[in-house]
């Protein structure tokens, strides 16, 4: 028998470093940072959706015209439900039509449906091309368009479908959340709560006390909110930029109120939308973390507080109802963080900037918060 050869591919590692500028106006100047950050592209892919373009994608084009750069556009219906891989398929088709090239670069314009869908399509046309995310809606802004994962839906679940790759910067304009309905603010307001509860108490109560301000869209405001709250998500994400680590504040703690949100959200057919389901999970991880004597303090209290006053739903109890449990405990048993033994990784709070990664089964997750 021959003796198995042994060889090491050693992969000098890419600068996979972007920057992400946030400013009032930034949209309007999006040319030169695509000039900038992709210097051999001659044509610009924007990919939008049809609630998106008609609002920015004149303003986008001139920009990138000015500098320069030919644009072509696509659109897609918006919402999840354009989130798959017949979509994908069929915009990496249409780069081939319009005769994009492996140093052209695409331009997500939209919430994280657009985002995820665009950057997927970036990362598989040609074996991968630069992309620059903009992205217009809260959620966006602050959580889906750092971090380079990016994703389409399978009949089977959300995001099974997915790659990580960095996009070449970052372009945030809070002067799009005045046409951002109220509703669509509240999600990404729900994952700016949670990066406080993660990592900063300060933004937290900071978010918490200016929740009238944010809803007026006063951009004095946004901007830094949402500048902490980018920073505390890309400080994570550096931390285990490809989701290896399983230690408390890797990028597995992002999954706080994620795995209580998830559950509800499927057992209510998407009537709860993403955000409000994920303010309900974080009540139900303060919940369960003073049952399971994690913490002492009435983190549930806090969080409520928060949420009545970010105009989030708190009715939690009403969604664990007896006739809900069982769907509740299946859709909890579905998660892709699950072990051999049916146990889940948790993410629970010691205090607020604390948290905790725990290893429960389903049940266990459902007794401590009913
Ligand atoms: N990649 C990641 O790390 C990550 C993280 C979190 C969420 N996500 C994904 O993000 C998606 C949700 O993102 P979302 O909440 O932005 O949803 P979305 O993209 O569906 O946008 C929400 C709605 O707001 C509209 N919209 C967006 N910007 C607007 C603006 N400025 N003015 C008016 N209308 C605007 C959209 O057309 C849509 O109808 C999910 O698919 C989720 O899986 C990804």
Same mark, same amino acid.
């Given at each position: ?6 060889? /090491? ?56 015209? $000015?500098?320069? +750069? ?9 919402? /999840? ?13 249409? #780069?081939?039509?319009?005769? @994009? ?5 695409? #331009? ?6 657009? !985002? ?43 995001? @099974?479908?997915?790659? &990580? ?18 509703? /669509?603010?509240?999600? !990404? ?14 933004? &937290? ?28 998500? =890309? ?11 399983? %230690?408390? *504040? ?13 559950? +509800? ?7 709860? *939308?993403?955000?409000? %389901? ?6 139900? %991880? ?5 049952? @399971?004597? +994690? ?13 009545? =006053? ?16 069982? $769907? ?7 998660? *892709? *963080? ?9 993410? %629970? ?14 049940? $266990? ?6």
């Amino acid at each position: 028998m021959t003796r198995p050869l042994a060889l /090491e591919v050693t992969v000098p590692s890419e600068d996979l470093s972007y920057p992400v500028k946030i400013g009032s106006g930034l949209l309007g100047g999006v040319g030169d940072t695509m000039r900038r950050v992709t210097p051999r592209a001659r044509q610009v892919a924007v990919i939008s959706d049809t609630n998106v373009l008609p609002l920015y994608g004149a303003r986008v084009r001139a920009s990138l015209e $000015a500098a320069g +750069l030919s644009v072509v556009s696509h659109v897609i219906p918006p919402g /999840e439900t354009s989130k798959t891989p017949q979509r994908m398929v069929a915009l990496v088709s249409a #780069l081939v039509a319009d005769g @994009l090239g492996r140093s052209d670069a695409v #331009l997500a314009l939209g919430g994280g449906v657009v !985002g995820d869908l665009a950057g997927l399509v970036a990362a598989l046309f040609m074996r991968g091309i630069d992309v620059v995310q903009c992205p217009t809606s809260l959620l966006a802004q602050v959580d889906a368009s750092v971090g380079g994962k990016v994703a389409v839906d399978l009949p089977e679940g959300k995001n @099974l479908l997915g790659a &990580f790759a960095f996009p070449r910067a970052v372009v945030i304009d809070p002067a799009v959340l005045q046409t951002l309905p109220d509703e /669509e603010l509240g999600c !990404g307001v729900a994952e700016m709560l949670k990066h406080g509860a993660l990592f900063d108490p300060e933004h &937290f109560a900071a978010v918490r006390d200016q929740a009238d301000a944010i809803y007026r869209r006063d951009e004095a405001v946004l901007g830094p909110q949402i500048a902490i709250s980018v920073g505390l998500k =890309a400080a994570c994400v550096i931390r285990d930029p490809l989701e290896r680590s399983d %230690a408390g *504040k890797g990028r597995i703690a992002l999954n706080l109120g994620h795995t209580v949100g998830h559950a +509800l959200e499927l057992g209510e057919g998407y009537a709860l *939308k993403h955000g409000q %389901a994920v303010g309900l999970g974080l009540l139900a %991880a303060a919940r369960l973390s003073k049952r @399971l004597g +994690l913490t002492s303090l009435d983190l549930e209290g806090h969080i409520r507080t928060a949420l009545e =006053a970010l105009r989030l739903p708190t009715d939690l109890d009403t969604y664990l109802t007896a006739d809900r449990r069982s $769907a509740l405990i299946e859709a909890m048993a579905r998660d *892709k *963080k699950r072990d051999a033994h049916r146990k889940i990784t948790y993410i %629970a709070l010691a205090r607020l900037g604390e948290p905790r990664v725990l290893s429960l089964t389903p049940e $266990a997750i459902l007794e401590a918060i009913i």
